[in-house]
């Protein structure tokens, strides 16, 4: 049983950090490509940042020289950490394997 599970959201006043985490169950995420993805009310989903099985990374324009996406392979785990935040990067966050069609539930960070 496959399941993806975002934490780690808040809500954090500008200037603040987070860290967010998306344990991974029922396959190896360090297999394959992982994404991170937004969505703020009223606008389209937005891609944040990836990591390739390799461990080569790529991110949105939004998330360049503020975010780090990185995994622990020993715990199967996903991450992204949100440095100098801003009142715009408020949205629900989502961890996704879009190969595999697998979505989690989302956390949702607000700064204020």
């Known amino acids: 049983h496959v399941q993806l599970v975002e934490s780690g959201g808040g809500s954090v006043q500008a200037g603040g950090s987070l860290t967010l985490s998306c344990a991974v169950s029922?396959?190896?995420?360090?297999?394959?490509?992982m994404d991170w993805f937004r969505q703020a009310p009223g606008k389209e989903r937005e891609g944040v940042a990836r990591i390739d099985s390799d461990g080569s990374t790529a991110y949105g324009d939004s998330a360049k020289g503020r975010f780090t996406i990185s995994r622990d392979n020993a715990k199967n785990t996903l991450y992204l950490e949100l440095n100098s935040l801003k009142t715009e990067d408020t949205a629900m966050y989502y961890c996704a394997n879009l190969g595999m069609g697998y979505w989690g539930q989302g956390t949702q960070v607000t700064v204020s």
């Open positions: 029922g396959y190896t995420s360090s297999d394959f490509c």
